[in-house]
């Protein structure tokens, strides 16, 4: 089983590491930038040298209640770093909710684009449709201004996979078909803790509707309500949170600290692979 991504072929007989790499810059200067973009290039050799298999180049934050960015910004926020990145060895995605980024990273060699609004805005399927790039479809209840005030569901695992299931039919509609979906529930995007801690329990039910799976927990807030730690305190809990989503079926993690991730996943790996003698 394969996903198909741009150009790359990606195996998923093992779990797939996701490196974020997040460009939303302080510094709005012309060398603000440029040192933007070099601060960028090494974290993404960084992640790339940790074993990343996938770059998630983001420009905006989609933090709880984060402002939206413009377009313009976005722009040039992540495609310099997508241009300089393209031709290196892992496949590029870029997390975009705007259609005319999306066709644009493309062409600049973006093999996946990341929408956390689950390609919900007009044009969004059809900016990717003719190229091989995969897509990550993601669930979100309302938006990163308003979706954790009192985010609700009957049955969450259910809710989120009607809506998944819905979307790839609506992908499919347009031309996308399965090989190049990833489907994403969308850990901390409109769900209490007790929402995200039953997908995660139940991510397994996701699989079912025969797509790669993403899990994207790492350094989420819902780790600091477990363990009352501070963002960059979570690195533990986002190594526990990626083992336990691939051991419930998921084939990508998206993380920030790619080599600890690499390692619990290598020891999950070898003990669930191990030949029986
Ligand atoms: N989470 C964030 C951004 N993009 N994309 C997908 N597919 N799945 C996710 O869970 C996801 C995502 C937000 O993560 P956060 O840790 O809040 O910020 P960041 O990763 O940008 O540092």
Known sequence: MYLTCGKFKL???????????????????????????KQSLVHAHALIAEGADIL??????????????????????VLPVLESLAGST?????????PELMREAVAAGAAMVN????????????A???????????????????????PG????????????????KAAAAAGITGERIVIDPGF????????????LRELCYFSALGCALLAGLSRKAMLGKITGRERDQRLHASTAAALIAVQN?????????????????????????????
Not at 11 to 29: A, C, K, W, Y
Not at 153 to 168: G, K, P, Q, S
């Open 11 to 37: 195996p998923l007989t093992r779990p797939l590491i996701m490196g974020v790499l997040n460009v939303t810059p302080d510094s709005f200067s012309d060398g603000g930038r440029f040192i933007q973009l």
């Open 188 to 199: 901390g995007f409109g769900k209490t803790l007790e929402h995200n801690l039953k997908l």
């Open 153 to 168: 569901y009957d049955d969450v695992t259910l809710e989120v996979r009607d809506y998944l299931a819905a979307r790839i």
């Open 249 to 277: 079926g998921a084939n990508i993690v998206r993380v920030h600290d790619v080599a600890a991730t690499r390692d619990v996943l290598a020891v999950w790996h070898a003990v669930s692979h191990a030949a029986v003698t």
């Open 90 to 98: 892992v496949a590029l995605s870029i997390d975009t909710q705007k």
């Open 115 to 126: 929408d956390v609004n689950g390609f919900r805005a007009p044009g969004a399927f059809e």
């Open 56 to 77: 998630d180049i983001g420009g905006e934050s989609t933090r709880p209640g984060a402002a939206p960015v413009s377009l313009d910004e976005e722009r040039r926020r």
């Open 128 to 150: 990717v449709a003719d190229s091989n790039a995969a897509i990550c479809i993601m669930h979100m209840q309302n938006d990163p201004r308003s979706m954790q005030q009192n």
